[in-house]
């Protein structure tokens, strides 16, 4: 158990909706990361927060947002699904920033767009 | 193409025996980290090598990075059955963002 959780661990969709995935960091860590795991993309960077703030971004498409509050859990927004965006989302957390960081990774959230 | 690429995609041995994982990247690097992901779950850190390390130990796993080849490999030694498992390499850009990529994974499986 890395002590990251995520909610929902499955979610079941239609084409066009919106979803929220919530991640709650390690005890103490205030960075968070959001990545994407498909068959043929491999893991992707979605963005990353640190303390509140965005601090980097990779392939998010314009669809999704993100966010970090103050108790420092974060969000994943995605809106106006579409098959392709079936996926494994994680969410993992480090003490600080920094590509030295050890990141801990959540169980994941399995999103299935029908 | 991704940052961190790793070879062979899919490694079959028995248990007992030795496995050698490679990759390699692109651009230059500050770290390379590797993780291993059970399948479905989440990734777990497992080592990471700053670009002035050669080599790195941690148990049965042994790190060595190039940077004049722009490649790392991860052997773990006397494979368990619990060693089954994706293992993926990740690397910075170098610069000054935050940002690590993950390669697409190795996919290792150990026969009983």
């Known amino acids: 158990d890395s002590g990251v959780t995520q909610t929902p661990k499955h979610l079941i969709t239609a084409t066009g909706q919106r979803v929220t995935l919530r991640c709650s960091p390690r005890?103490?860590?205030?960075?968070v990361y959001w990545y994407q795991q498909s068959l043929d993309q491999g893991l992707q960077f979605l963005i990353q927060?640190?303390?509140?703030?965005?601090?980097a971004k990779g392939n998010i498409l314009e669809r999704f947002s993100a966010q970090q509050f103050p108790d420092l859990h974060s969000e994943l927004n995605l809106s106006s699904l579409e098959l392709g965006d079936s996926a494994l989302y994680f969410c993992?957390?480090?003490?600080?920033?920094?590509?030295?960081?050890?990141?801990?990774f959540g169980p994941g959230t399995r999103l299935l767009v029908l | 193409s991704q940052q961190g690429e790793e070879d062979p995609q899919a490694l079959s041995i028995q248990e007992g025996e030795n496995a050698t994982m490679n990759c390699s990247y692109k651009?230059?690097?500050?770290?390379l980290q590797w993780y291993r992901q059970n399948s479905g779950r989440g990734l777990v850190h497992l080592i990471l090598?700053?670009?002035?390390?050669r080599e790195k130990h941690s148990g049965r796993l042994r790190v060595t990075l190039d940077t004049s080849k722009k490649s790392s490999s991860l052997l773990i030694t006397a494979s368990r059955a619990a060693d089954t498992a994706s293992y993926f390499c990740a690397t910075d850009e170098g610069n000054r963002d935050d940002k690590i990529i993950f390669g697409k994974g190795t996919r290792l499986h150990i026969l009983p």
């Open positions: 651009t230059s690097i500050n770290n």
């Open positions: 993992a957390s480090s003490v600080e920033y920094g590509v030295q960081e050890t990141q801990y």
């Open positions: 005890s103490g860590d205030l960075s």
């Open positions: 927060y640190y303390n509140g703030e965005e601090r």
């Open positions: 090598i700053r670009s002035n390390e």
